[in-house]
């Protein structure tokens, strides 16, 4: 499973847990960050830099707070040094001088958080999924999977912290490898759309968005398919009915197999629990070229 490493001021923590956690967790990757004030020299040389060695990735978040942090740029000035290609800067609040935190900073593309979260979020996804799977996302399976006409759409909700199945009504159309789908029944709230596409023969990565007007919410979806392609399992993430980021379940299913519903949730305790990582070294055991 691949590492993301997260520097920051802990006076910042709450950005974090509300904003980045469960965005990297649904996507298979396990967040690093230390959620105590570190002040310890021999500490954070024997643990922060055994984690950084550890990390593929490093999230710097920006703000007045961590640009005053010794801690940050020392982990930053790390990174520079040895994984600049996988730095992502994060701007948390107010817009602050990337040359506060390191002179090379400026020439690192930064996601805004600021401004319009539903887009960086959308943009922090889409830089770790193309980077961190893009043995995966760059295999082109022998014979294309495809799922076109009536499914049928169970994700898991809470209501009063009390676990719940939306049902919906899917069209899916298909134009070449790019798959769209639309809730046309939809007993959610809102009426929603995406696309996604098949990474693998059985990997399915997607993204959705709420098409009411003014509703700013949108997530992805990331499925493993079943060996007869009648259903997609998998999680979704996004925003709750309270605007609180969080991982569900979700099911994607066939109409005309709809009974098999209760044999696709069985899978949650199987191989959809299993990390990506553990899914390339699957493919690759079967003589798969991921490469």
Known sequence: MSQVFISYSIKDLDFVQSELLG????????????????????????????ALKASDWFILVMTPNSALSENVKDEL?????????TIIPIVAGTPIDPNDFHVRLQRIQRIDFSKYKSKARERLIKTLVDGIYKPMLDYVPKKSARITGEWLSFWETKVSD???????KLEV?????????????NSGGYCWSGYGRFKTSNLFVGTWKVDKPGAESS??????????????VGHWYGPNREGEQVIGKWIIIQEKHASQISVAKRWFGSRVA???????????ANNNDLI
């Open 219 to 232: 997530g992805i979806g990331a499925f493993f398919r079943n060996p007869e392609g009648h259903y997609l």
């Open 173 to 185: 159309e298909s134009r070449g490898s790019l798959h769209s789908w639309r809730a046309i029944n």
């Open 162 to 168: 009390e676990a719940e199945w939306i049902v919906e």
């Open 77 to 85: 000035n790390w990174a520079i040094n040895n994984m600049q290609n």
């Open 23 to 50: 965005l990297i967790k649904a996507i298979g990757c396990e967040p690093w960050h230390s959620d105590t004030e570190i002040d310890d020299a021999s500490y954070w040389e024997r643990t922060i830099v055994e």
């Open 274 to 284: 299993n990390s990506l990582e553990a899914f390339i070294s699957e493919q690759k």
